[in-house]
């Protein structure tokens, strides 16, 4: 079964910490779709990435950066230099084609991220 | 550019009584998806249609539970006779997939959040 692991249940750091959010994945899917989404207190999911399974590339956009790795079915999350405006809950998801690829997607219990000043 | 809306953003109800739910999704998606998330854990998926025919539901979409999204734009969640056990965020997302037949990025909405006393 498709399955999200976010073993991290809270993190707090300091503000200009780097941080790693953990997120491993189980599938039997040959083609697979990753993402993070982004929860801030106001409840409204932002999506922050998507990945597909053929592209292992890691990816990096500003602060944010992302390490896919299929060999240990695991898509980390990295913060650099975090600030407060980062607090949010943060969650893997896996998307799964399904019978009428609907490509719903399976989510992780997410990881609560507490930036202290 | 206008993204998922839902209305309400709040209900407070009491048990027994039956709630309606909107979701508007991005103009140009054909997918709509419903996910509820109760506290601390991640969005669980309930139904997703494609255009108005609604393709899957979840085991967790009860009796109690109907989706409709008549002329594939806007769409509806009713639960009749609410249980406290209801109470929890309830999601929607849109997505539009690719000609190359890949897994669109779910865009969500604010969520509207249900409380039965």
């Known amino acids: 079964a498709q399955k999200v692991t976010q073993a991290q249940t809270e993190i707090s750091v300091v503000e200009k910490e780097d941080v790693t959010l953990d997120c491993v994945y189980e599938?039997?899917?040959?083609?697979?779709?990753l993402f993070w989404y982004k929860q801030p207190p106001s409840g409204e999911l932002v999506f922050l990435i998507r990945?597909?399974?053929?592209?292992?590339q890691n990816e990096i956009s500003g602060r944010y950066s992302w390490n896919f790795q299929k060999s240990t079915s695991s898509f980390n999350f990295t913060i650099t230099a975090s600030q407060v405006v980062d607090s949010a809950v943060y969650f893997c998801?896996?998307?799964?084609?399904?019978?009428?690829?609907?490509?719903?997607?399976?989510f992780g219990t997410g990881t609560r991220l507490q930036v202290f000043p | 550019d206008t993204g998922v809306s839902q209305d309400p953003r709040h209900k407070i109800t009491k048990r027994g009584q039956n709630v309606t739910f909107r979701c508007d999704p991005i103009?140009?998606?054909?997918?709509l998806y419903w996910y509820r998330q109760t506290l601390g854990q991640g969005p669980e998926f309930l139904t997703y249609?494609?255009?108005?025919?609604?393709?899957?539901k979840s085991r967790l979409l009860s009796d109690r539970f109907s989706a409709e999204r008549p002329k594939g734009s806007f769409s509806t969640l009713e639960i009749q006779r609410t249980e406290q056990g209801d109470s929890a965020m309830y999601l929607c997302?849109?997505?539009?997939?690719?000609?190359?037949?890949?897994?669109?990025?779910?865009?969500f909405g604010p969520g509207t959040r249900l409380l039965v006393l």
């Open positions: 990945r597909n399974s053929f592209d292992e």
């Open positions: 998801a896996l998307s799964e084609s399904g019978s009428y690829n609907t490509d719903k997607l399976i």
């Open positions: 997302a849109s997505s539009v997939r690719t000609l190359a037949a890949q897994a669109g990025t779910q865009y």
């Open positions: 103009s140009e998606h054909n997918r």
């Open positions: 599938t039997r899917d040959t083609t697979y779709y």
């Open positions: 249609f494609q255009n108005e025919a609604q393709l899957e």
